[in-house]
């Protein structure tokens, strides 16, 4: 088999950097960055890290979501076509996509922390902004902008991996999702309440203000002690561990500080160099199906509570039945979601922490390849499943399982992304990967969109089809991170 080949590699050079740091002068006692963090554990700094990070990601799943809940009242104000609409939400993950590449490649060069403070006062500027645009083509510039922005979020999750013990990274970053549901399910409340009555201008406004306290929280965050020791800040990376230890009230390993520098990080030739070429094109092709896979069902949702279609997506839009629907018949085609729409919609958004203990279970024990498989292989089955003529209730169900689903394979990418590359090209690795996931999401609108009025079946049968090529990509990858410690170099 492959794997074996490749993880022998991996031991050998985990190996080689032991003995490198073990030729310290006069035989003094060393110790790595990734010793310091082990013995440290994890204790109260990692709990308000965790709480800290975890509320950006309550700011970024507001703003990513905004869009959702906002769409109907956008096409009614500016009589847009349904393709129109499908764009804002393209073009909001087109400046994800670029930005992301570059927020990586930046976030190696000259830290996370640094990266991190930049784009959330980049998304927030933008964001705010947005709620004053005068017309379609600023409303779609400045969403792009704003994704743009959100894309540096992602140094904040890289930052909780370098500061976690390998045995709690399993654990504790799939636990950022109870994060990501809050964001989303406090947008869709906001949205129920202020959209009727002030307008999805105040909307955007006030999904704003997250972002803009959080710029308060950063003086608590510290710079990655992993990259301060890969730039060679030796004295840095040893002040803000021993900090942590202070705080976890435990003793610091015996000995000096001692790692490898390396003076070139951040290269895009070292994604596809020989040892991490294979996984690199296989992490791609399973983040875009993810995201392709994600936002369909987010997009196909608002779709389906729209026209209140259960059997036939292409049969002409009902009436609420609860006759609470906001809706209006005008040319422009407005559909604007009532009370019953938005309860749904929360419905099935709580389905995103439903499987997440059996997610951590099957990170842990079955491994991130086989986990991941098995997650992607489900979204396929319940894509066709949708299909099914059912009630509204076991619609709501399949909508459900399916943000289950979607979501623990979110959660087991972005972990295995971030344990299978080395320090010197994480940020970058995450980047590119979360920018080729956006073309996923840019694609995701039109197939929800627009191709779903055409052939119902035949869009189900697309998003199945990707789900199902995620699922090999993921068993055939040929490192398997459980367990694994972080490495620091190629």
């Known amino acids: 088999m492959a794997t074996a080949p490749k993880e022998v590699e991996n031991a050998i050079g985990l190996a080689e950097i032991h003995m490198e740091r073990q030729e310290s002068p006069k035989g003094k006692k060393t110790f790595t960055v990734e010793e310091a963090v082990e013995t440290i554990g994890f204790g109260r700094f990692h709990i308000m890290l965790f709480l800290i990070m975890g509320s950006t990601v309550v700011a970024e799943a507001m703003e990513i979501m905004l869009i959702t809940v906002v769409s109907p009242l956008i096409q009614c104000e500016w009589q847009l076509q349904d393709w129109q609409v499908a764009l804002v939400t393209t073009m909001v993950f087109f400046g994800y996509m670029v930005f992301s590449i570059v927020l990586g490649l930046l976030a190696d060069r000259y830290g996370r922390w640094k990266i991190l403070l930049l784009s959330f006062l980049w998304a927030a500027y933008f964001s705010l902004l947005t709620s004053f645009a005068p017309s379609y083509i600023w409303f779609v510039f400045l969403r792009a902008m704003v994704g743009g922005g959100v894309s540096g979020h992602a140094q904040g999750l890289i930052i909780k991996t370098e500061f976690l013990p390998t045995k709690y990274r399993g654990y504790m970053l799939p636990l950022s999702q109870v994060f990501w549901l809050a964001g989303s399910l406090l947008i869709i409340g906001l949205a129920s309440v202020v959209n009727p009555t002030i307008g999805w201008r105040w909307l955007v406004r006030i999904a704003s203000i997250p972002?803009?306290?959080?710029?308060?929280?950063?003086?608590?965050?510290?710079?990655?002690?992993?990259?301060?020791?890969?730039?060679?800040?030796?004295?840095?990376?040893?002040?803000?561990?021993?900090?942590?230890a202070k705080m976890n009230r435990v003793v610091m390993p015996e000995g000096t500080l001692r790692e490898p520098t390396k003076e070139r990080r951040g290269r895009f030739k070292d994604l596809i160099h020989p040892k991490y070429l294979r996984t690199t094109l296989q992490i791609w092709i399973i983040w875009l199906g993810i995201a392709f896979a994600y936002y369909g069902v987010i997009l196909a949702s608002a779709e389906l509570l729209e026209r209140d279609s259960v059997c036939d997506s292409a049969a002409a839009p009902a009436q609420d039945p609860g006759g609470d629907s906001e809706e209006s018949h005008s040319p422009c085609h407005c559909h604007l979601f009532g009370p019953t729409a938005y309860h749904t919609m929360i419905i099935s958004t709580a389905g995103e922490i439903a499987l997440n203990p059996l997610n951590i279970l099957?990170?842990?024990?079955?491994?991130?390849?086989?986990?991941?498989?098995?997650?992607?292989?489900?979204?396929?089955?319940?894509?066709?499943?949708?299909?099914?003529?059912?009630?509204?209730?076991?619609?709501?169900?399949?909508?459900?399982?399916?943000?289950?689903?979607?979501?623990?394979?979110?959660?087991?990418?972005?972990?295995?992304?971030?344990?299978?590359?080395?320090?010197?090209?994480?940020?970058?690795?995450?980047?590119?990967?979360?920018?080729?996931?956006?073309?996923?999401?840019?694609?995701?609108?039109?197939?929800?969109?627009?191709?779903?009025?055409?052939?119902?079946?035949?869009?189900?049968?697309?998003?199945s089809s990707v789900c199902v090529v995620c699922a090999i990509s993921a068993l055939t990858l040929p490192i398997e991170t459980k367990g694994r410690s972080l490495q620091v170099c190629v």
């Open 362 to 463: 099957g990170i842990n024990f079955l491994g991130r390849r086989l986990s991941l498989c098995i997650t992607m292989g489900c979204t396929a089955l319940f894509f066709l499943l949708l299909n099914i003529c059912t009630s509204s209730t076991g619609t709501t169900g399949f909508l459900f399982m399916l943000r289950a689903l979607v979501s623990a394979n979110f959660n087991t990418i972005y972990i295995y992304t971030a344990e299978v590359y080395p320090t010197t090209m994480r940020a970058l690795g995450m980047g590119t990967s979360g920018s080729l996931c956006r073309i996923g999401a840019m694609v995701a609108p039109f197939i929800s969109q627009v191709l779903m009025n055409a052939s119902f079946i035949g869009a189900l049968c697309l998003f």
């Open 211 to 244: 972002g803009i306290l959080l710029i308060l929280m950063f003086k608590f965050i510290p710079e990655s002690a992993r990259y301060n020791m890969s730039t060679g800040n030796v004295s840095a990376a040893l002040a803000t561990l021993q900090g942590i």
